[in-house]
Each structure stands twice: as structure tokens, then as C-alpha cells.
């Protein structure tokens, strides 16, 4: 257990609704990601965080945001949720004592958008 | 777009048989890691291999790089019920400033272990 969980862990919403899923980290890694896993595509990035407030687009950014305002907290954020954005989100820290390779990821938010 | 391929998309073996798993890439990379992920549960890493290595054990894993050919293999030795997973390869890249680091998954292998 790396002491990172997501909330919540499944979620459906409705179209044009906006959504928050959380990460939250107890390790104090400096990295934290979100990726998303569809079948067919595998894992993708969507947007990551290299310290607080400091975030990057991943290859799958578009419809989503995120923030991060403290080491421990990662939020993404679906402005407003489309059908295509159904998928398994997993949250992924790494960093702690300057090693950066290794990801620990969460157990995963499955979001259904109907 | 996916940085790693692997190959095949699914295999299924008996108990105690080996499994080999392969991972191609396109451009060049610092690392190569493989990671597992159990029905329903995120990602675990298994191992990681520097560009400058040729092969890495640990454990019943055995992974071997070329570079020259991008491309990476696992092999699971002895297999067991329990190694029934997807098994994913990562290669890595830092941006230009190098303060940024991030993994580009393949979509995996599906191992079956039949008892």
C-alpha cells in the first residue's frame, strides 16, 4: 500500500454535468498523475503535477482540468462530462526520495457518464 | 499515441509453463519498466531496466532490452494461477528542462494461467 486513494470509487453522472474525482497521497511524492484506461487504448495520460500547482498536459487533456493546491491533493475535473469520457481513472504518485520512476498507482474511479 | 506495443495482446499457458511477453518502442529511452495490474485493481510495478542493461531478474522475471531493435521481453518463469494479470511496458521521458518525468504505457498483455 503507497498510501494513495481515490474518491469516489464509482460514480455515474449525466451529460453536461460537471465532476471532480480526487487523489490523495500520505508519502509526499512530488509527482502525481491521472491516466485514464479504455479498452482497446490501454493507459493514457490525461495531466500531471511535478509539485504544488505546477501541472502538465498529458496526450488526452482535452475536457479536463486539474488543480493541485497542496502535495498530498490531486484533483481532475470534468468541466462538463461527455459520453467518451466513460472510463476507469487511476491516480499515480511518484518521487519520494528522488525516485522518480516508479509509479504507485490507486485503486482506480470507474465514472460512467450517461 | 502509445509508445510501447506489446505483443501478443493475450496469451494463455498452463501452471508451470513460462510466459514471454514483448514490448516494442519507437524513440529512445532513458528506462523501461513492466508493471501488472490484477482484475479491477491499479497498476503494480514489477521491474525496471536502464537503457545501458541488457537483461535484469528478479524473482521468476526476467526482462531483456535492445535498444538496437526497441524492443524489450518478459519472461515469467514457472508460471502460476496467481500471475493471471495484464502486464504493461512504460518507457520514460523527462521534458527538455528535465524537471518533468512521465510514463507512455503500452495497451498489454493479457496473461492467463490455467490451473
Known amino acids: 500500500d503507497a498510501g494513495i486513494t481515490q474518491s469516489p470509487r464509482h460514480k455515474v453522472t449525466e451529460t453536461g454535468t460537471p465532476v471532480t474525482l480526487r487523489c490523495h497521497q500520505t508519502?509526499?511524492?512530488?509527482?502525481m498523475y491521472w491516466y485514464r484506461q479504455d479498452p482497446g487504448h490501454g493507459l493514457r495520460l490525461i495531466h500531471y503535477?511535478?509539485?504544488?500547482?505546477?501541472?502538465d498536459k498529458g496526450e488526452v487533456s482535452d475536457g479536463y482540468s486539474v488543480s493541485r493546491s497542496k502535495t498530498e491533493d490531486f484533483l481532475l475535473t470534468l468541466e462538463s462530462a461527455t459520453s467518451s469520457q466513460t472510463s476507469v481513472y487511476f491516480c499515480?504518485?511518484?518521487?519520494?526520495?528522488?525516485?522518480?520512476?516508479?509509479?504507485?498507482f490507486g485503486p482506480g474511479t470507474r465514472l460512467t457518464v450517461t | 499515441s502509445q509508445q510501447g506495443e506489446e505483443d501478443p495482446q493475450a496469451l494463455s499457458i498452463q501452471e508451470g509453463e513460462n510466459a514471454t511477453m514483448n514490448c516494442s518502442y519507437k524513440?529512445?529511452?532513458?528506462?523501461l519498466q513492466w508493471y501488472r495490474q490484477n482484475s479491477g485493481r491499479g497498476l503494480v510495478h514489477l521491474i525496471l531496466?536502464?537503457?545501458?542493461?541488457r537483461e535484469k531478474h528478479s524473482g521468476r522475471l526476467r526482462v531483456t532490452l535492445d535498444t538496437s531493435k526497441k524492443s524489450s521481453s518478459l519472461l515469467i518463469t514457472a508460471s502460476r494461477a496467481a500471475d493471471t494479470a495484464s502486464y504493461f511496458c512504460?518507457?520514460?521521458?523527462?521534458?527538455?528542462?528535465?524537471?518533468?518525468?512521465?510514463?507512455?504505457f503500452g495497451k498489454g498483455t493479457l496473461l492467463t494461467v490455467n490451473p
Open positions: 499515480a504518485i511518484s518521487g519520494k526520495g528522488g525516485r522518480y520512476y516508479e509509479q504507485y
Open positions: 531496466i536502464r537503457s545501458n542493461e
Open positions: 524513440t529512445s529511452i532513458n528506462n
Open positions: 508519502e509526499n511524492h512530488r509527482y
Open positions: 503535477s511535478y509539485g504544488v500547482k505546477d501541472t
Open positions: 512504460a518507457t520514460d521521458a523527462w521534458n527538455s528542462g528535465g524537471s518533468n518525468y512521465k510514463l507512455t
